[in-house]
């Protein structure tokens, strides 16, 4: 198998590279679920003191679709925030995401990035540069070129997190 940062035919090369990046994190994601079953998706560590993997995969999915609607230049629907959202419940946690398999979350996940990779066609190298805003209060600012760099290195970061809790819960 040969590994290269490599975008769809229709994207210009440094979005492509960038769109690659994150695109290549979602499969990793997959390969290091795979076989997870329901009790496995809802651990929460030692004393249920962590976030699940089936967390953790909806707040990447959730803020994977921040991120596209920001490099869209449109608000988040209302519709998908209900559907995927919130970022943090009322104690500033991720939400509970309970009784969801990892095969519905995967399928929900992959349409989230389909959307990135139909925005990032539409985007020019030069479109990298444009900034945006984000943060719970939008308080922050980024360019698109970094807030997709962030969607692969956020999702990288959580994968950690689902390493060790595999591994927890194999030695529970």
């Known amino acids: ?4 940062l490599k975008g769809g035919a229709n994207m210009a ?12 994190n979602i499969q990793r994601l997959q390969s290091i679920t795979n076989g997870m079953l329901q009790e496995e998706m809802d651990y929460k560590g030692p ?7 089936a967390q953790l995969i909806r707040h990447l999915m959730y803020v994977d679709l921040n ?15 209900k559907q995927y959202g919130p970022m943090i419940d009322e104690h500033g946690r991720l939400p509970m995401v309970q009784g969801v398999s990892l095969n519905t979350l995967m399928t929900q996940y992959n349409g989230v990035i389909g959307m990135l990779k139909e925005a990032c066609t539409q985007l020019t190298d030069a479109d990298l540069e444009k900034t945006v805003s984000f943060g719970h209060e939008n308080e922050k600012q980024a360019t698109i070129r970094w807030g997709i760099w962030h969607m692969a290195d956020h999702n990288r970061y959580h ?6 809790l595999r591994k927890w819960y194999k030695e529970k």
């Open 1 to 4: 198998m040969l590994y290269d």
């Open 47 to 53: 004393d249920n003191k962590f976030n699940s993997t």
């Open 159 to 164: 994968q950690a997190h689902i390493n060790l």
């Open 67 to 81: 991120w596209v609607y920001r490099i869209k230049g449109l608000p988040l629907p209302q519709s998908l925030q």
């Open 13 to 24: 090369p440094m979005v492509g590279i960038l769109y690659s990046a994150v695109k290549e």
